[in-house]
């Protein structure tokens, strides 16, 4: 990693994943030439969906919006990924396209798979980080230092007593 590379979260959101967008969506990605430094399915919780979604607390259609990410329309789970390089935001977001999937350019990702639902939600596939520090906040929230391959963040060793930790029977 250089001074010069960034981080973006990208998830691919229930919608992407019921659709079976998964490999476009990765296909297009590749086009950035960025590294994926980080991959996971998750079962979004309500509390990991609160906080990713902690901006849009005032915004009439949040109980929709972590309903969505939670996967109560689709199927429960979403793929969160971090890539990493230079210009990473603006080239993942580049290919993206607009947030919104109608006025999204037709040959970005949501242009071309988004839709919005007659609740006002936008089903769009895929989530980016906007800025680096949102980037940061969204990385730390998703995923540990320890699932990320290289150390894009400052971390710590600390000492956990009461950890509870789910392990193979």
Same mark, same amino acid.
Not at 20 to 25: A, Q, R
Not at 129 to 150: G, H, N, Q, T, Y
């Given at each position: 990693?250089?001074?010069?590379?960034?981080?973006?979260?990208?998830?691919?959101?229930?919608?992407?994943?019921?659709?079976?967008?998964?490999?476009?969506?990765?296909?297009?990605?590749?086009?950035?030439?960025?590294?994926?430094?980080?991959?996971?399915?998750?079962?979004?919780?309500?509390?990991? !969906? *609160?906080?990713?979604?902690?901006?849009? %607390?005032?915004?009439?259609?949040? @109980? /929709?919006? =972590?309903?969505? $990410?939670?996967?109560?329309?689709?199927?429960?789970?979403?793929?969160?990924?971090?890539?990493?390089?230079?210009?990473?935001?603006?080239?993942?977001?580049?290919?993206?396209?607009?947030?919104?999937?109608?006025?999204?350019?037709?040959?970005?990702?949501?242009?071309?798979?988004?839709?919005?639902?007659?609740?006002?939600?936008?089903?769009?596939?895929?989530?980016?980080?906007?800025? !680096? *520090?949102?980037?940061?906040?969204?990385? %730390?929230?998703?995923?540990?230092? @320890? /699932?990320? =391959?290289?150390? $894009?963040?400052?971390?710590?060793?600390?000492?956990?007593?009461?950890?509870?930790?789910?392990?193979?029977?």
């Amino acid at each position: 990693m250089t001074e010069k590379d960034e981080q973006s979260l990208v998830l691919i959101k229930p919608d992407g994943l019921k659709k079976s967008l998964t490999g476009n969506i990765l296909t297009r990605l590749s086009e950035t030439k960025l590294d994926i430094v980080a991959a996971k399915i998750v079962r979004v919780s309500r509390e990991l !969906a *609160e906080k990713h979604y902690c901006h849009m %607390k005032e915004k009439p259609f949040y @109980e /929709e919006l =972590i309903k969505y $990410i939670m996967g109560e329309y689709h199927k429960r789970k979403v793929m969160a990924m971090v890539y990493c390089g230079p210009g990473a935001i603006a080239k993942v977001r580049g290919i993206c396209g607009a947030t919104n999937p109608e006025e999204a350019d037709p040959v970005s990702i949501r242009g071309a798979y988004g839709r919005i639902t007659t609740k006002g939600v936008y089903e769009n596939a895929i989530h980016t980080s906007v800025s !680096a *520090e949102e980037a940061e906040r969204e990385i %730390k929230l998703w995923f540990e230092p @320890e /699932e990320i =391959i290289l150390d $894009i963040y400052p971390t710590k060793e600390a000492k956990l007593q009461s950890l509870k930790k789910r392990v193979w029977a």
